[in-house]
Each structure stands twice: as structure tokens, then as C-alpha cells.
T-cell receptor, first 109, second 113 residues
Framework: GQNIDQPTEMTATEGAIVQINCTYQ??????LFWYQQHAGEAPTFLSY??LDGLEEKGRFSSFLSRSKGYSYLLLKELQMKDSASYLC??????????WGAGTKLIIKP | DAMVIQNPRYQVTQFGKPVTLSCSQT?????MYWYQQKSSQAPKLLFH???????NEADTPDNFQSRRPNTSFCFLDIRSPGLGDAAMYLC????????????FGPGTRLTVL
């Protein structure tokens, strides 16, 4: 079966750094997305990785290791508005998007 | 601004009473998707269209149907809503069905009484 694992919930402090991990077992791999979803709202695109390594975009960075089936999302200088769920999603060999259940990130002052 | 629009944002229906959710897009994307998402769960793909080609996910219940009369609009019909169908319904679009970012509408939260 296809599976994406993320921690259910994480807590971090405003101004700090947090790393949200995602591991996947899928039939093939054609890239990995990270989406942000605030409570009661739709997911919004954060990043896409298809090659190994780190992609940096402002305060957010995303890392991929295809050999390990592993990605992380790194959020720096955390702000209260970063409180949201972060969903990892993988495109498999059939170009189907397989979603994780998301990690709820709670930011404390 | 180009966008994905869903109406209504909140829908309340009675158990067994048919309901239709709508989605429109101004992005001119070929692919449209309907997802069901329950609290703290991954979005579950119900249907997707590549242009007018309809693709039904294997485990989508028969109670759910979809229509895409033209490129811009897509509808989700729930024929006889049950309590278990209460969820957020998300419409999304993408340029292609391959490796392509999906753009989501704001969602319709369905309550079944």
C-alpha cells in the first residue's frame, strides 16, 4: 500500500525554528508537495521538490531525500500566523497525488 | 484575480435530502478535482476531470456524482446525504494531470442534520 507519515501535532515558540518531517512509501515517485492549511480553510501551496536537496523560499525551506523516502519542511522565525496544518503529498508513478493527514503546528507566544 | 470559487461556503442539509455543491475557476485549467476532507484527515479524492474526461476514484460511493458542463464549472451532487458525509468539500484545479500544483477553492463545509 501507499503510505505517508507525518507527526500529528507539534508545538513551537514564536520566533523559533521548527522542522516537520514526512516519510513516504509509494509506488514510484514524481515529486513531493508541501501545503499549508489554516483551520477551516483550503490548502495553499508552499513548495515542490523532485530532486534531492534543500529548496529555500523565504522563511520556509523544504528538503528531500529520495533514497530515504524522506522530506522535511523547515520554518524559521516562527510567527503566530504560521499556526496551521502542514500537509505532505507525493505524486506516485501513476501521477496520483497521495496525501498525508497533515501535521498541526501550534505556535505559542 | 484568477481563482477557484466555491458556492456555498456553508451548506446545511437534511439527512437524505439531495444537495449540489458548485465550483468555478477562472484559471483556465484543464483538470478539476473534488476532494472530501474530514477533520484532521488527509483530503480524499472523489473525482477528477481532465478536460471533460471523467475519472471516478474506485472507492467513491455511488451516492456521489459529478458533472463538468464546461471548462469553468464543476458540480458535486450528493444524492442522499448521510451523517457520515458531513465534511469539508474542496474543489481544486491544475494545469495538467501530471506534475502540477493544485489550486484550491475555499471549500464548502457540509452539515447533515
Amino acid at each position: 500500500g501507499q503510505n505517508i507519515d507525518q507527526p500529528t501535532e507539534m508545538t513551537a515558540t514564536e520566533g523559533a525554528i521548527v522542522q516537520i518531517n514526512c516519510t513516504y512509501q509509494t509506488s514510484g515517485f514524481n515529486g513531493l508537495f508541501w501545503y499549508q492549511q489554516h483551520a477551516g480553510e483550503a490548502p495553499t501551496f508552499l513548495s515542490y521538490n523532485v530532486l534531492d536537496g534543500l529548496e529555500e523560499k523565504g522563511r520556509f525551506s523544504s528538503f528531500l531525500s529520495r533514497s530515504k523516502g524522506y522530506s522535511y519542511l523547515l520554518l524559521k522565525e516562527l510567527q503566530m500566523k504560521d499556526s496551521a496544518s502542514y500537509l505532505c503529498a507525493v505524486i506516485d508513478s501513476n501521477y496520483q497525488l497521495i496525501w498525508g493527514a497533515g501535521t498541526k503546528l501550534i505556535i505559542k507566544p | 484575480d484568477a481563482m477557484v470559487i466555491q458556492n456555498p461556503r456553508y451548506q446545511v442539509t437534511q439527512f437524505g435530502k439531495p444537495v449540489t455543491l458548485s465550483c468555478s475557476q477562472t484559471l483556465n485549467h484543464n483538470v478539476m478535482y473534488w476532494y472530501q476532507q474530514k477533520s484532521s484527515q488527509a483530503p480524499k479524492l472523489l473525482f477528477h476531470y481532465y478536460d471533460k474526461d471523467f475519472n471516478n476514484e474506485a472507492d467513491t460511493p455511488d451516492n456521489f456524482q459529478s458533472r463538468r458542463p464546461n471548462t469553468s464549472f464543476c458540480f458535486l451532487d450528493i444524492r442522499s446525504p448521510g451523517l457520515g458525509d458531513a465534511a469539508m468539500y474542496l474543489c481544486a484545479t491544475s494545469r495538467s494531470s501530471g506534475v502540477s500544483e493544485q489550486f484550491f477553492g475555499p471549500g464548502t463545509r457540509l452539515t447533515v442534520l
